[in-house]
Each structure stands twice: as structure tokens, then as C-alpha cells.
């Protein structure tokens, strides 16, 4: 089955700065790879995917790149505030299975 | 778009009780449904998926079971429960016949276990 390898787990930056999450995945036939952010005792929710027919997709501030060769894709965060202070999910799925997901990384954003 | 509804919020039960979660979702037909238990700190853990009502796959043998009494209610339950099963856990549902789509989560119920 999939492993998805997710790094690192707790990530401190200084507002304003630039976060990257990194995550690596098993199996070649994903084709699908949504990132999700859960607030401190909330639901996780959906903030970014892409599919494997594109290589990056960016959405004001925060943008994921995908290297289908290397098998790893990233989270960008760009211009942090502390309400992206969250812990950030990477998961990685092919067509029709279930949802593999990365352990997690904990985002600290200082004021 | 779906919603998905989970209650209670918060639980808490004592060792050896029994337990039942119980997930409805608005919005969707035949969607898949899952259960995911999120321990304090931790990662996301698969428990139970449906693809269909009766159709329960388990991921990780354990003391909770799951049950899909109609298209849109996926219930978790446990006949006695452990200090182990204490966690936050969610449902979450993916419509089906969309390809590769996202997960969708309810807000979750905190059990905690005495």
C-alpha cells in the first residue's frame, strides 16, 4: 500500500517569513494530493490538492508543487501570519482508494 | 455541497461502558464514509470505511466496530471500551463517482475514557 513520509514535524517561523512542508510518497500510481489544516481541536479542512497532470497550483498564498519522478511534493506558505499556525496534513491517494495520510507537522507562527 | 453531521461533541465514558458515534451526512448520495481517530498529538488513523450500506471495511482489528444502516449513517460503536480508546474522532465522507476527490470531515467528537 501507500506510505506517505511527511517533514517536519514542528516547524517554527517568524511572521512574514516562508514555510515548506515536505512529503514523500510510495506508490507511482498516486495521482492525487490534497493538503488539509486543523486548527487546534477542529476538523481538518481542506485548504489545497492537486492531481498528477499539473505540476504546481497556487492559491494567494500558498502554493503546492508536485515531482512526480522524485515522488515528493510540498507545501508553500508564503508571507505567514500567526493564524497559519496549524497543524498541516499531506496525503496522497490513487483513483478510487482510500486516503494516505503524512503524520503531520505542527506550524508555529511568531508574531 | 455535503455536510456531515456528528454528535455528541464531546463524551466521556467510563472503562468497560459501551459507545456508539453516530455520522449523518446532507448533500451526497452513495457517498463513501469513513471514521478516522485522531489520538492527542497524533496523526490522522483509519478505522472503518463503506463504500455502501452494509459494506464495512476495517483497517486496524480492534475493540470498536462500525455499521452502515442506510446510504447516509455510518455509526462507530465498541461494547466495552479501554483507556486506549480515548482520542478525537472524526467522519468523513467522499462522493463517489467524482474520481480522485477531497475528504470532507464533520466536527468530531472527543471521547475521552475514565
Known amino acids: 500500500g501507500e506510505n506517505v513520509e511527511q517533514h517536519p514535524s514542528t516547524l517554527s517561523v517568524q511572521e512574514g517569513d516562508s514555510a515548506v512542508i515536505k512529503c514523500t510518497y510510495s506508490?507511482?500510481?498516486?495521482?492525487?494530493f490534497p493538503w488539509y489544516k486543523q486548527e487546534l481541536g477542529k476538523r481538518p479542512q481542506l485548504i489545497i490538492d492537486?492531481?498528477?497532470?499539473?505540476g504546481e497550483k497556487k492559491d494567494q498564498r500558498i502554493a503546492v508543487t508536485l515531482n512526480k519522478t522524485a515522488k515528493h511534493f510540498s507545501l508553500h506558505i508564503t508571507e505567514t501570519q500567526p493564524e497559519d499556525s496549524a497543524v498541516y496534513f499531506c496525503?496522497?491517494?490513487?483513483?478510487?482508494?482510500?486516503?494516505?495520510f503524512g503524520k503531520g507537522t505542527m506550524l508555529l507562527v511568531s508574531p | 455541497s455535503q455536510t456531515i453531521h456528528q454528535w455528541p461533541a464531546t463524551l466521556v465514558q467510563p472503562v468497560g461502558s459501551p459507545l456508539s458515534l453516530e455520522c449523518t451526512v446532507e448533500?451526497?448520495?452513495?457517498?463513501?464514509l469513513y471514521w478516522y481517530r485522531q489520538a492527542a498529538g497524533r496523526g490522522l488513523q483509519l478505522l472503518f470505511y463503506?463504500?455502501?450500506?452494509?459494506?464495512i471495511s476495517s483497517e486496524v482489528p480492534q475493540n470498536l466496530s462500525a455499521s452502515r444502516p442506510q446510504d447516509r449513517q455510518f455509526i462507530l460503536s465498541s461494547k466495552k471500551l479501554l483507556l486506549s480508546d480515548s482520542g478525537f474522532y472524526l467522519c468523513?465522507?467522499?462522493?463517489?463517482?467524482?474520481?480522485?476527490?477531497?475528504?470532507?470531515f464533520g466536527n468530531g467528537t472527543r471521547l475521552t475514557v475514565t
Open positions: 506508490d507511482s500510481a498516486s495521482n492525487y
Open positions: 463503506s463504500v455502501g450500506v452494509g459494506q
Open positions: 468523513a465522507c467522499l462522493r463517489q463517482g467524482l474520481g480522485n476527490s477531497p475528504l470532507h
Open positions: 496525503a496522497a491517494s490513487r483513483r478510487y482508494s482510500t486516503l494516505t
Open positions: 448533500g451526497a448520495s452513495n457517498p463513501n
Open positions: 492537486i492531481r498528477s497532470n499539473v
